[in-house]
């Protein structure tokens, strides 16, 4: 089964910094890929995804990610954060090539933001 | 689309009594997947259906939980008896096809005393 690794717990970071949030998979074959953000109190809402072309995708609020198949990442980014941005990020992968069904989240990594 | 509805939003139960979360997919979803919010344990998928039929269950902790999807646009889930251990957020999502993305209801945050 594959499973999905998000290497930062906690991340803090002062406004106008740029973001990175490493998240990386364990299934080599096709892959689709998702981030969420979960604001506080409030349910997973996507943020981009990757299902295939250009390996690197555009999302709402100045989000983006890469795909890198070799390192098996879906890195997040975002060249300058807002206060606005403080919220838990969910990496999520389906294994499309093994005709899988479900969505397997990483454990999420939290991001403060500091004003 | 109002989006993903579930209720209540919140409950606060009593150890030993039934608890029933409901949830109505986005219309034309043919997935609907029950989920459990933890700090220990971060986002787990319990159960899911396509076209109201369980695919999976595999990861529903044991027996005092049960789902059901008695038609497109209507799922619960069921725990009975509760205990302090099932406190937790559940969330329900759906998604229109296999891998694509789910879309995720505001959540049932349970407080089992």
């Known amino acids: 089964a594959q499973s999905v690794s998000q290497h930062n717990h906690h991340v803090i970071l002062s406004e106008a910094a740029s973001l990175e949030l490493g998240c990386n998979y364990s299934?080599?074959?096709?892959?689709?890929l998702f981030w969420y953000v979960q604001y506080p109190g409030q349910h997973l809402q996507l943020l981009l995804k990757?299902?295939?072309?250009?390996?690197l995708v555009k999302g709402i609020k100045g989000f983006e990610a890469e795909f890198i198949k070799s390192k098996f990442s879906f890195n997040l980014r975002k060249p300058s954060v807002q206060w606005s941005d403080t919220a838990e990020y969910f990496c999520?992968?389906?294994?499309?090539?093994?005709?899988?069904?479900?969505?397997?989240f990483g454990k999420g990594t939290k991001l403060s933001v500091i004003p | 689309d109002a989006g993903v509805i579930q209720s209540p939003r919140h409950e606060v139960t009593e150890m030993g009594q039934e608890v029933t979360l409901r949830c109505k997919p986005i219309?034309?979803?043919?997935?609907l997947f029950w989920y459990r919010q933890t700090m220990m344990r971060g986002l787990e998928l319990l159960i899911y259906?396509?076209?109201?039929?369980?695919?999976?269950d595999s990861g529903m902790p044991e027996d005092r939980f049960s789902a059901k999807m008695p038609n497109a646009s209507f799922s619960t889930l069921k725990i009975q008896p509760s205990e302090p251990r099932d406190s937790a957020v559940y969330f329900c999502?759906?998604?229109?096809?296999?891998?694509?993305?789910?879309?995720f209801g505001p959540g049932t945050r349970l407080t089992v005393t």
């Open positions: 999502a759906s998604s229109f096809w296999v891998g694509y993305e789910q879309y």
């Open positions: 299934y080599g074959g096709t892959v689709n």
């Open positions: 990757y299902f295939s072309g250009d390996p």
């Open positions: 999520a992968v389906n294994a499309a090539g093994a005709g899988s069904y479900q969505l397997t």
């Open positions: 219309s034309g979803h043919d997935y």
């Open positions: 259906f396509n076209n109201n039929v369980p695919i999976d």
